[in-house]
């Protein structure tokens, strides 16, 4: 009898969840985010990576690029400093934008560490730059519908220029870090940052570079030691993260010297980004845009908080960080940049 009543107790158990689990997977089917699901896609193998061919009057040359899960109403290319660093600055992002359900795509310009090196001075323009974006744009499938275009430091400027020729392609701007005026840069390092250091530091410094001693070591270790640890990573250099450290091994030179120069003060030389400025063009912007700042960085943050009224629909978030305010204030520039990602994408956008 006891037999009989377990083996009857049993069937309805097993029976009672062959019922359930229909209905349960169906439930966990219904729940189950398509963010991280790269099924179907031509990137599958590659876990994102896609090498993109870009068309120039010197050949084609391929850039290297990775995305990041999918949205189709919220896309993020994201532009890096130098000219010749790399998206390896940005990996930190991984810890912030997956939560929120925001695509974004890691992105090596041509000429640095992941993508093809032609090592062609006549390409290293910014025209050439905004072209090389726009067949990114293309290639990706990226559009006024879900295009939103990340630039920090160099990559700020490359953003800026793309939005004031391609801007009807763009649903967002955000401009991290960068000015947008060389001669206002090189005013506020010269007049603000510079005297901030000691004054031997300072003066040993700037000895150097009117002799155009910048191969000297102790150049290399005096702004490293009292400029980068203030205004570039507001931290002490042990406390740096790999990947920024990596970041930073794997710069490209010869571009950066190029189009920058030597000094961490301003654009040296001959250098050709030197004296360029659009500050009184921002107002041609009508797209949407967020401008961040920090109050330790390279870049006036007043100044970057004047830029987002000129244009015609701004925003500025200020941060305790420095240049690369991405890592020193983690907290204040993601709650930003994904307020402004969403209010945007929400129709919920107002200027501050």
Request: proline residues 5%; negative net charge.
């Amino acid at each position: 009898m006891k037999t009989v009543f377990y083996f009857l107790l049993i069937s309805v158990v097993l029976l009672s969840s062959c019922s359930e689990n229909p209905q349960n997977r169906k439930t966990e089917n219904e729940n189950k985010s398509s963010y991280f699901d790269y099924s179907n896609s031509d990137d599958q193998k590659t876990g994102g990576i896609k090498m993109i061919p870009i068309t120039t009057p010197k050949g084609t040359f391929n850039v290297w690029t990775k995305r990041m899960g999918n949205n189709p109403k919220m896309k993020v290319l994201l532009l890096h400093g130098g000219p010749g660093g790399t998206h390896e600055l940005f990996e930190n992002f991984d810890g912030y934008l997956p939560k929120e359900e925001i695509e974004y795509i890691y992105y090596d310009q041509l000429d640095s560490y992941y993508s093809d090196k032609p090592n062609d001075s006549t390409l290293w323009t910014i025209e050439h730059a905004v072209e090389q974006v726009e067949q990114v744009r293309k290639a990706l499938n990226l559009d006024k519908n879900n295009f939103y275009l990340f630039g920090q430091s160099w990559g700020g400027l490359l953003a800026m220029e793309y939005a004031l020729k391609h801007q009807e392609h763009l649903k967002g701007l955000i401009v991290a870090n960068m000015m947008a005026s060389i001669p206002e840069y090189e005013t506020y390092a010269a007049d603000v940052l510079g005297p901030q250091l000691p004054p031997e530091v300072h003066k040993e410094i700037k000895d150097m570079e009117a002799k155009n001693d910048f191969s000297n070591p102790r150049y290399s270790e005096l702004v490293t030691q009292h400029y980068y640890t203030k205004h570039v990573l507001h931290l002490p250099l042990d406390e740096w993260p790999e990947f920024i450290n990596r970041s930073f091994s794997h710069m490209n030179p010869n571009i950066y010297i190029y189009m920058q120069g030597y000094s961490e003060f301003g654009v040296t030389g001959d250098a050709t980004l030197k004296g360029w400025d659009i500050s009184d063009r921002l107002n041609e912007l009508t797209v949407p845009t967020l401008m961040i700042g920090g109050k330790h960085d390279t870049m006036d943050p007043k100044y970057m908080e004047w830029m987002s009224t000129q244009v015609q629909n701004g925003r500025s978030v200020t941060t305790n960080g420095a240049h690369l305010t991405q890592y020193d204030d983690a907290d204040n520039f993601f709650n930003g940049l994904i307020k402004f990602i969403k209010d945007v994408n929400n129709k919920t956008f107002k200027e501050n």
